[in-house]
């Protein structure tokens, strides 16, 4: 399914990139979740590289009745920029992009289910961190030649994953 979108792009102080195009809404939806970076280039101008995830706040779904987005495309009505055409691939690559990434999640959290998930006690609680989503080991990863290897980490269970996408898209990789 698609629908017509409106992207106000904000580029700090050298302004916004605007734009009305149609797209794909699983397509939209992952380039959103993601936070995937886009690299719109120089378009404000040489040496201007805008680049940046492109939010739920930039985008406003304009319709997603197909009557809507069949006249807009026949009448050619798209103008703008249109951050799909500065993807490698566009829409299909972005929502392969999430498929693969939902795989691979899903098979982390199998094996946390398998192997962490202290299930046996009943209570379902995440055996690693307890369902708060993150492990501090700092005071515990000590190699044997009294090395400090630890960290603060986002949990692999379904919390800690959540909690670590949330914060991608602030682009911060520890918690
Ligand atoms: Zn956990």
Same mark, same amino acid.
């Given at each position: 399914m698609k629908a017509i979108y409106q992207m106000k792009f904000e580029c700090g102080r050298q302004g916004c990139l605007t734009g009305i195009f149609t797209a794909k809404v699983d397509a939209m939806r992952v380039l959103i979740d993601s936070g995937r970076e886009v690299y719109f280039g120089e378009v404000l101008g040489k040496h201007s590289e805008v680049c940046g995830p492109v939010t739920q706040a930039e $985008?406003?779904? $304009? @319709? #997603? =009745?197909c009557g809507h987005v069949d006249l807009f495309e026949a009448l050619g009505m798209a103008t703008g920029y249109n951050p799909? #055409? =500065? $993807? #490698?691939?566009g829409e299909d690559a972005v929502i392969e992009d999430g498929a693969n990434h939902d795989q691979m999640n899903a098979a982390i959290t199998d094996y946390w289910f398998e192997h =962490?998930? @202290?299930?046996d006690q009943e209570?379902?609680?995440? @055996?690693?961190?307890g369902n708060s989503g993150i492990i501090d080991t700092r005071a515990t990863a000590v190699s044997a030649a009294g090395v400090r290897a630890g960290r603060k980490n986002f949990c692999i269970c379904p919390n800690g994953q959540s909690l670590r996408e949330s914060k991608q898209r602030a682009s911060h990789d520890q918690p």
């Amino acid at each position: 399914m698609k629908a017509i979108y409106q992207m106000k792009f904000e580029c700090g102080r050298q302004g916004c990139l605007t734009g009305i195009f149609t797209a794909k809404v699983d397509a939209m939806r992952v380039l959103i979740d993601s936070g995937r970076e886009v690299y719109f280039g120089e378009v404000l101008g040489k040496h201007s590289e805008v680049c940046g995830p492109v939010t739920q706040a930039e $985008i406003k779904l $304009i @319709s #997603d =009745y197909c009557g809507h987005v069949d006249l807009f495309e026949a009448l050619g009505m798209a103008t703008g920029y249109n951050p799909f #055409d =500065y $993807i #490698d691939g566009g829409e299909d690559a972005v929502i392969e992009d999430g498929a693969n990434h939902d795989q691979m999640n899903a098979a982390i959290t199998d094996y946390w289910f398998e192997h =962490y998930n @202290s299930r046996d006690q009943e209570h379902g609680l995440c @055996s690693l961190c307890g369902n708060s989503g993150i492990i501090d080991t700092r005071a515990t990863a000590v190699s044997a030649a009294g090395v400090r290897a630890g960290r603060k980490n986002f949990c692999i269970c379904p919390n800690g994953q959540s909690l670590r996408e949330s914060k991608q898209r602030a682009s911060h990789d520890q918690p």
